[in-house]
C-alpha cells in the first residue's frame, strides 16, 4: 500500500477517502430513503384531500335530501368532480401501490353514486316510491365511498407511521455505522500519524518553555524525521541565540541603570566639586583641619563615585557563572541605585531587608534579576504608589517549613516555576507593587519566552523568562500572586548555602 519508506501524506490521503467512501455509501442510503418517505407524504397529502372531498359529498347530499335546494345538488356534484379528478390524477401515479385495488373500487363507487344522483335530480317530487329507492341507494353508495376512503386513509397513516419508524431506526443505525467507522479510522490515523506529531507537539511545547532538548521521535514516516531533524538544527541555533539574547537583555537594561548612575554619581561629584572651590578660593584662609575635612569630604565622594562605577562595570561585563557569599542587604541597596534615576517621584520604594543574610549566588546574575522584577514592579504603577522589598530567612527544621514548596500554596499553585529547595537554610524575598495587577488568563504565561502584553517596540518577552532561568541557575524557585486593581507579588526562595 505505501512505499518503502511511508508518509504521513499517505495515510492521511488513505484514511481520507476511507471516510469519504462510508460518507457517500451511507448518504445514498440516506437520500433514497428520504425520497420513498417523500413520495410516501405526497400520498398522503392525496388521500387526505380525496377523504376531506367525500365527507364534503356526504354533507351536500344530506342537506339536498332534507331541503332538496338545487344549490345544495350542484355543491354535491361539483365534489363528486373533484373527487373523480383527483382519482383519475392519481391513478396512474399510485398503480403499483397496495392499495392501487381500494382506488379503483373506490372510483367505481363514485361513477355509479354520480349516476344515481343525476336519476335523483330527475325524478318528479310525486313519485315518493321511486325517490326512496334512488335516495337509499344513494346513502349505501355514499356509505361505501365513506368507508373506502376512511381504510385508505387508514392504512396510509398506519404505512406512513411505519416508514418514518423505520427511517429513525436506519438513521440511528447510519449514524452508528459512521461513528463507529470515524473511530476505528480515526483510532488507525491516530496510530499512524497523530502519535508521532502529538509526541513532537509535547517536544515543542517543552521548548517554548524554554527545555533545549534534542527531540527524539519513534516515527519512521518522512515528514516526521525531517521535522526532527530541522528541530534539532533549529534547538541548537536556540541555544546560540538564547545565550546573545540574555546578553543583549542585560545590555538593554544598562539605559535603565546609567540613568540611575547618572543621577547617584551627581551628587558625590556636586560634593567634590563644592569642597574643590572651597579649596581654591580659601586655601590660604582655612585653617589645616578645615582643609584636612574637605580633602577627606573629597576622598569620601571620590570612593562613593568609584563604587558606582565599578558596580555599573561589574554588571555589564559578560563573564562565567560563578558563586559567591554575598550580602543580600548590599546587593539589593546596590540594585536600587542602579535604577533609583527611573523612579517617578509619586513612587515610593520600601525597604525591609535585615543585616546578615548571606546568599551564596553570582552577584551580575542575580542583580539582573532582581533589576527585571523592580523595574516591572515600577513600570506597573501609572501613577502613585508603592514598591515594597523584603526578605526573611527561615532555618532548618522551623515549623517545616523546610518541606514546604511554593506550588502547594493555593495563591501560587500554577504560576510558580523552578524546585524549591528542601531541607536547607533558605531566604525568602518579596518584591511587591500597587500596581494594576495581572489579569488571571495571562498569569501562568508570564514566564514563558517572548510572551509579553506590552505594546511592540516596548517588550522583548524576556524579561521574566530571564529571571526564571537565573533563579533556577541558583537552584532556588519563583512565584507570583497577582489580583486585578490590587497588585502583585513575586515571591522568591533561595538556598542561603551553594
Not at 344522483?117 to 325517490?131: A, G, L, P, T
Not at 532582581?370 to 522589598?389: E, H, Y
Not at 523568562?465 to 500572586?481: P, R, T
Request: hydrophobic share 40%.
Amino acid at each position: 500500500m505505501f512505499s518503502l519508506q511511508p508518509s504521513i501524506r499517505q495515510k492521511i490521503t488513505f484514511g481520507y477517502y476511507a471516510g469519504v467512501a462510508v460518507i457517500i455509501g451511507l448518504s445514498l442510503f440516506t437520500i433514497i430513503e428520504l425520497w420513498y418517505v417523500g413520495k410516501k407524504v405526497q400520498f398522503e397529502e392525496v388521500v387526505t384531500e380525496f377523504f376531506d372531498t367525500t365527507l364534503e359529498i356526504r354533507r351536500f347530499e344530506k342537506n339536498f335530501f332534507l331541503y332538496e335546494h338545487v344549490e345544495d345538488y350542484r355543491e354535491n356534484m361539483q365534489y363528486v368532480d373533484k373527487a373523480q379528478e383527483i382519482l383519475d390524477k392519481n391513478l396512474k401515479a399510485y398503480k403499483s401501490l397496495s392499495v392501487a385495488p381500494q382506488l379503483n373500487t373506490v372510483r367505481g363507487h363514485i361513477l355509479k353514486y354520480k349516476q344515481l344522483m343525476e336519476q335523483f335530480s330527475h325524478v318528479s317530487k310525486d313519485k315518493i316510491d321511486q325517490r326512496l329507492v334512488l335516495e337509499k341507494a344513494i346513502r349505501e353508495q355514499g356509505k361505501e365511498i365513506i368507508t373506502v376512503a376512511e381504510d385508505i386513509s387508514k392504512s396510509e397513516r398506519k404505512r406512513l407511521r411505519d416508514l418514518l419508524n423505520k427511517m429513525q431506526k436506519t438513521l440511528v443505525l447510519s449514524f452508528l455505522v459512521l461513528s463507529i467507522s470515524g473511530i476505528v479510522i480515526g483510532q488507525i490515523l491516530s496510530r499512524m500519524v497523530v502519535r508521532p506529531l502529538k509526541s513532537l507537539e509535547e517536544k515543542m511545547m517543552q521548548i517554548a518553555e524554554g527545555k533545549l532538548e534534542t527531540v527524539s521521535i519513534n516515527s519512521r514516516d518522512r515528514e516526521i524525521v525531517s521535522l526532527t531533524k530541522a528541530f534539532d538544527k533549529m534547538i541548537t541555533e536556540l541555544e546560540l541565540r538564547q545565550k546573545h539574547l540574555v546578553q543583549t537583555e542585560k545590555l538593554a537594561s544598562l539605559g535603565t541603570l546609567l540613568s540611575g548612575v547618572a543621577h547617584e554619581l551627581n551628587n558625590p561629584l556636586s560634593n567634590i566639586s563644592s569642597s574643590c572651590q572651597i579649596l581654591k578660593e580659601e586655601i590660604d584662609l582655612v585653617d589645616m583641619e578645615y582643609k584636612k575635612e574637605l580633602l577627606t569630604q573629597i576622598d569620601d565622594q571620590t570612593d562613593r563615585a568609584k563604587n558606582i562605577v565599578r558596580s555599573l562595570l561589574e554588571f555589564s561585563r559578560d563573564k562565567e557563572f560563578k558563586k559567591e557569599p554575598l550580602s543580600l542587604k548590599s546587593l539589593l541597596e546596590e540594585t536600587i541605585v542602579f535604577i533609583k534615576g527611573e523612579v517617578p517621584s509619586k513612587i515610593e520604594i520600601g525597604f525591609d531587608v535585615p543585616d546578615g543574610i548571606i546568599v551564596f549566588a553570582d552577584k551580575q546574575r542575580l542583580q539582573q534579576a532582581f533589576l527585571n522584577l523592580i523595574k516591572n514592579a515600577v513600570d506597573s504603577i501609572s501613577d502613585q504608589g508603592i514598591v515594597k522589598i523584603m526578605a526573611q530567612k527561615f532555618s532548618t527544621g522551623r515549623m517545616g517549613r523546610e518541606a514546604i514548596s511554593l506550588c502547594p500554596y493555593p495563591q501560587y499553585r500554577g504560576k510558580c516555576t523552578g524546585v524549591c529547595p528542601m531541607n536547607v537554610d533558605t531566604v525568602d524575598i518579596e518584591i511587591s507593587d500597587t500596581g494594576g495587577g495581572i489579569p488571571p488568563e495571562v498569569l501562568p504565561k508570564i514566564f514563558d519566552p517572548f510572551f509579553t502584553t506590552k505594546d511592540v517596540g516596548k517588550g522583548s518577552g524576556l524579561g521574566l523568562f530571564i529571571v526564571q532561568e537565573i533563579i533556577e541557575e541558583h537552584d532556588g524557585c519563583i512565584g507570583v500572586d497577582s489580583k486585578v486593581g490590587r497588585g502583585t507579588t513575586f515571591l522568591i526562595r533561595l538556598p542561603v548555602k551553594g
